[in-house]
């Protein structure tokens, strides 16, 4: 059964940078569509960022130009590279397929912002 593993939150200054990691189990990684989706408290949980299959990508309107998407899957792995963050990026982050199966949320990593 395919698991998905989220690291690489903490805790970091407005302005700073952080990447997230998303690790599947599973050999048919590649043919997924992946997303960074995240939660803040009172909020929705909402897609950050995508990738699919063939490497195309989406980021939100709040993180265009700050976060960047990336896989790779020689490792079952996608990655969330985010800068400039702003106390409003401060969430937990999960990693899910796109559009997300309800099964597969995991524990997410939490970002925190310090302004």
């Not at 395919?2 to 940078?17: K, N, R, T």
């Not at 963050?85 to 912002?113: F, H, I, M, S």
């Amino acid at each position: 059964q395919v698991q998905l593993v989220e690291s690489g939150g903490g805790l970091v200054q407005a302005g700073g940078s952080l990447r997230l990691s998303c690790a599947a189990s599973g050999s048919t990684f590649r043919l997924n569509a992946m997303g960074w989706y995240r939660q803040a408290p009172g909020k929705q949980r909402e897609l950050v960022a995508s990738i699919a299959s063939s490497g195309n990508t989406y980021h939100a309107d709040s993180v265009k130009g700050r976060f960047v998407i990336a896989r790779d899957n020689a490792k079952n792995t996608v990655y969330l590279q985010m800068n400039s963050l702003k106390p409003e990026d401060a969430a937990v982050y999960y990693c899910n397929y796109v559009p997300p199966a309800p099964l597969k949320w995991g524990q997410g990593t939490r970002v925190t912002v310090s302004s």
